[in-house]
């Protein structure tokens, strides 16, 4: 960290640099709309055209798809999914604090981190906000600090889930759509990408250039390249459980399916899952395209999949919602 006069001259350096606000159009709304509009529609022509060829109609067709799955494996399933995923993610950001700003224990990031699953439903990024107020309360640390290790943790993410799909693709790509015939061409530049970046944060391109001194890239300036892979390696137990635990649900969902099939699929689907539509129509619309064989199983596999863990992840939120209150506001 730096010392507190150099922190307050790029504060101040920010603050003039920062412009104000702009209202918000409507540009974003629209595209947001139009992309879900989009999902719904694909959805609906593929699930309807599945019904018909059953002579079925489409109310029809789906209760016979969700009356087939075996439930009751399922739901013990994700739940020890939902639980062993909560424990690396906290883990992960508690490791990163500790690397960027203090050392922090576990069992103080854990009530916190569960309680942002609940206003994550809604907003991630608001959920990350929440995690800055409790730490800047609780532990007096900078938001903006906070803020920095939350972005620096978003953008290991996109890395992370191109290794993985990179991986995958090495082992199955010959079997996936031709369109992932572009991963290995996307992770070459991003791998360039990435060197530069951390060669430009570490004062090795640039070194005179003031961009990187701004208070949010506090954690990109500190980081070294074994925390790029620390990050990897930290979170890759999630996905590696993720693929395993999606693989036998797919099963129980009646989808024949294998672990390398999905090793590539995943982290893409991930992706995917990440965009702000509703209902986690993008995740659900990717299922269908990629298994066209299975409509049905795999419009209600993805929306009971996704769903289930969001909200699962609220559920265990609530379990830790009075500790983190208490904490926060003593009461």
Same mark, same amino acid.
């Given at each position: 960290?730096?010392?507190?006069?150099?922190?307050?001259?790029?504060?101040?350096?920010?603050?003039?640099?920062?412009?104000?606000?702009?209202?918000?159009?409507?540009?974003?709304?629209?595209?947001?709309?139009?992309?879900?509009?989009?999902?719904?529609?694909?959805?609906?022509?593929?699930?309807?055209?599945?019904?018909?060829?059953?002579?079925?109609?489409?109310?029809?067709?789906? /209760?016979? +798809? *969700?009356?087939? $799955?075996?439930?009751?494996?399922?739901? !013990? @399933?994700?739940?020890?999914?939902?639980? =062993?995923?909560?424990?690396?993610?906290?883990?992960?950001?508690?490791?990163?604090?500790?690397?960027?700003?203090?050392?922090?224990?576990?069992?103080?990031?854990?009530?916190?981190?569960?309680?942002?699953?609940?206003?994550?439903?809604?907003?991630?990024?608001?959920?990350?906000?929440?995690?800055?107020?409790?730490?800047?309360?609780?532990?007096?640390?900078?938001?903006?600090?906070?803020?920095?290790?939350?972005?620096?943790?978003?953008?290991?993410?996109?890395?992370?889930?191109?290794?993985?799909?990179?991986?995958?693709?090495?082992?199955?790509?010959?079997?996936?759509?031709?369109?992932?015939?572009?991963?290995?061409?996307?992770?070459?530049? /991003?791998? +360039? *990408?990435?060197? $530069?970046?951390?060669?430009?944060?570490? !004062? @090795?391109?640039?070194?005179?250039?003031? =961009?990187?001194?701004?208070?949010?890239?506090?954690?990109?300036?500190?980081?070294?390249?074994?925390?790029?892979?620390?990050?990897?390696?930290?979170?890759?137990?999630?996905?590696?459980?993720?693929?395993?635990?999606?693989?036998?649900?797919?099963?129980?969902?009646?989808?024949?399916?294998?672990?390398?099939?999905?090793?590539?699929?995943?982290?893409?689907?991930?992706?995917?899952?990440?965009?702000?539509?509703?209902?986690?129509?993008?995740?659900?619309?990717?299922?269908?395209?990629?298994?066209?064989?299975?409509?049905?199983?795999?419009?209600?596999?993805?929306?009971?999949?996704?769903?289930?863990?969001?909200?699962?992840?609220?559920?265990?939120?609530?379990? *830790?919602?009075?500790?983190?209150?208490?904490?926060?506001? !003593?009461?």
């Amino acid at each position: 960290m730096t010392d507190a006069n150099s922190e307050h001259d790029i504060q101040q350096a920010d603050e003039q640099a920062t412009p104000p606000a702009k209202k918000k159009n409507g540009i974003g709304r629209i595209v947001f709309l139009l992309i879900t509009a989009a999902c719904f529609y694909y959805l609906y022509m593929r699930l309807n055209g599945a019904a018909a060829r059953e002579g079925l109609t489409l109310v029809d067709y789906m /209760a016979q +798809v *969700f009356a087939s $799955v075996d439930w009751v494996p399922w739901l !013990g @399933l994700m739940i020890c999914y939902s639980l =062993f995923y909560f424990a690396i993610d906290t883990l992960v950001v508690t490791k990163a604090l500790n690397w960027f700003i203090s050392d922090i224990k576990y069992k103080d990031i854990a009530p916190v981190r569960a309680s942002a699953y609940i206003i994550s439903i809604f907003n991630e990024q608001i959920g990350k906000g929440a995690m800055a107020l409790y730490l800047n309360k609780r532990h007096q640390i900078p938001s903006w600090e906070v803020g920095s290790v939350m972005i620096f943790i978003m953008f290991c993410e996109v890395f992370y889930l191109l290794v993985w799909a990179t991986i995958g693709y090495s082992f199955g790509g010959e079997a996936l759509p031709s369109e992932f015939g572009l991963i290995p061409y996307i992770a070459s530049g /991003a791998a +360039v *990408f990435l060197v $530069v970046w951390i060669a430009y944060f570490r !004062g @090795l391109i640039l070194p005179s250039h003031g =961009f990187r001194d701004r208070r949010l890239f506090h954690a990109f300036r500190s980081a070294k390249p074994v925390h790029y892979l620390g990050f990897f390696l930290l979170r890759s137990p999630a996905l590696i459980a993720a693929i395993i635990v999606y693989t036998i649900a797919l099963n129980l969902f009646g989808v024949d399916v294998s672990i390398m099939t999905l090793l590539p699929l995943l982290p893409v689907i991930f992706f995917a899952a990440a965009a702000p539509t509703p209902m986690r129509a993008g995740a659900i619309t990717f299922w269908v395209f990629l298994f066209p064989e299975n409509e049905g199983q795999l419009a209600a596999f993805g929306f009971v999949q996704h769903n289930f863990f969001i909200l699962f992840n609220a559920a265990i939120g609530l379990l *830790f919602w009075r500790k983190a209150q208490r904490d926060l506001f !003593g009461s």
